[in-house]
């Protein structure tokens, strides 16, 4: 089975490859990862000992961003490192000011071994998912503490498999365990993991900090000039198309699309979907800037976010959410909107979330296939101030996993 992952990862590599001649984010994939060790070398002390966090991409980087800085926070000289596996994540936080951000090599045990000699990390800590078989096995022959935060695990993955022994075994190299449900501990006891505790999802703890103390945004307060505001985010076409009837049935309302790729073909597409007419914010905040801003613009009913960064700081400003991904692998992240108290709507695909699952059980979230089933649902929600005060409370109820984790790891 060893043969088989080397292999597989050495295909995933050339795929890349030949993506990367016509795909951005390959291309920033292969590229990135060019000079990662000249980087290290410049920025790490190798004899000191460094924290290191890794993360999938971004949405894993906000999950595990509380424990990152708490721990910051009760111990600020320790040296941390991030590694991101996606150029997503890497772009965005490759500035973070409270760490050395690097992409990951890529997980061959000569990678391995050289990335873990070049950071002389005294732990890890992986958010969520991504189980690299030969950098745990580096950690483990170094007897490096390892811990997964913010864990889930459902029946159907590998680990769980009649022919999932190799995998079970990148499991045994953790030391510890921190997952969202009783699910994911049962799964991991029952194959013998019993290194594990129920800690919650730490991404509460992240949305609640973010809701007490969001970035205001001026602009999008004269945009929205005071009137009930749908925020629509990470937005995929095929969310697009069902939400571009929804302007004119709603003449009242504002609209802000926050799209999750924001290239030049896609916010064009928008444009095109929307009947009303829509408004960029690149745009929109030049001709402010400028003192050039027209009268219609400022009526405009459509906002289309091209910029990435704004969404968390967004939903301050709206009455409801619409999530987006739904129709595609999965819906992308409905916290962020209900800890500012939104009632929150999504497609279909949302099996894999155990916070939409409860959102939609305690009346705060409805799942939509259709244009007619959106329309219902928006309008169950547009004046719905119990579902705004469930979704607030949930979030509110569910922190605290941040806290858990830390009294463990700094033992």
């Known amino acids: 089975m060893l043969l088989l992952y080397i292999i597989g990862i050495r295909v995933y590599i050339l795929l890349i490859r030949i993506f ?39 949405g894993e980087f906000e999950q595990g961003r509380p424990v990152l800085e708490k721990l910051k926070k009760l111990y600020p000289a320790k040296k941390i490192v991030v590694t991101f596996f996606s150029p997503s994540g890497y772009e965005i936080r490759k500035n973070y000011a409270l760490a050395d951000v690097f992409y990951l090599p890529i997980d061959t045990q000569k ?31 170094r007897g490096i503490p390892l811990y997964v ?4 695990f459902r029946e159907n993955q590998a680990f769980f498999k009649w022919y999932g ?12 365990f921190f997952v969202q449900n009783q699910e994911s501990e049962k799964l991991l006891k029952s194959n013998g ?32 000039a005071g009137h009930p505001t749908l925020i629509c ?15 004119a049935k709603y003449p009242d309302w504002k609209f802000i699309v926050a799209p999750h790729e924001i290239h030049t073909s896609h916010i064009e597409s928008i444009e095109k979907q929307f009947p ?40 301050q400003y709206g009455k409801v959410a619409y999530i987006g991904g739904g129709f595609g692998a999965g819906i992308h992240n409905t916290l962020e909107a209900a800890a500012f108290g939104l009632p929150v709507i999504f497609g279909p695909k949302y099996d894999k979330f155990q916070e939409a699952k409860d959102l939609i059980a305690i009346g705060a979230a409805k799942s939509i296939s259709s244009a007619a089933e959106l329309t219902n649902a928006f309008n169950g929600f ?30």
């Open 149 to 152: 935060i913010s864990g889930i």
């Open 20 to 58: 990367s001649l016509f795909n951005p984010k390959a291309k920033q994939f292969i590229s990135g990862r060019k000079n990662v060790y000249t980087q290290i070398a410049q920025r790490i002390n190798p004899n000191e000992k460094h924290v290191w966090f890794h993360f999938a991409s971004l």
């Open 233 to 247: 985010g990470s937005t995929w076409p095929e969310d697009e198309k069902l939400l571009a009837a929804l302007p």
């Open 193 to 224: 993991l019993n290194n594990v505790a129920v800690s919650g999802d730490t991404r509460f703890d992240r949305v609640y900090e973010n809701a007490q103390t969001p970035k205001h945004l001026p602009l999008i307060e004269q945009f929205i």
């Open 111 to 141: 990678n391995a071994d050289r990335f873990i000699e070049s950071i002389n990390p005294e732990m890890a800590i992986f958010t969520k998912y991504e189980f690299w078989h030969f950098y745990f096995k580096a950690l483990k022959d």
């Open 382 to 411: 547009a004046d719905n101030k119990n579902a705004a005060e469930a979704a607030k409370k949930y979030v509110t109820d569910k922190k605290g996993a941040t806290d858990q984790i830390i009294s463990v790891i700094t033992k």
């Open 165 to 176: 022994g190799f995998y079970r075994n990148i499991l045994k190299a953790v030391t510890y």
């Open 276 to 315: 009303v007419g829509s408004l960029r914010f690149s745009v929109f905040s030049a001709q402010l800037e400028a003192n050039n801003a027209q009268i219609s613009d400022l009526k405009s009913q459509i906002l289309i976010i091209d910029n990435i960064g704004m969404l968390s700081a967004l939903y």
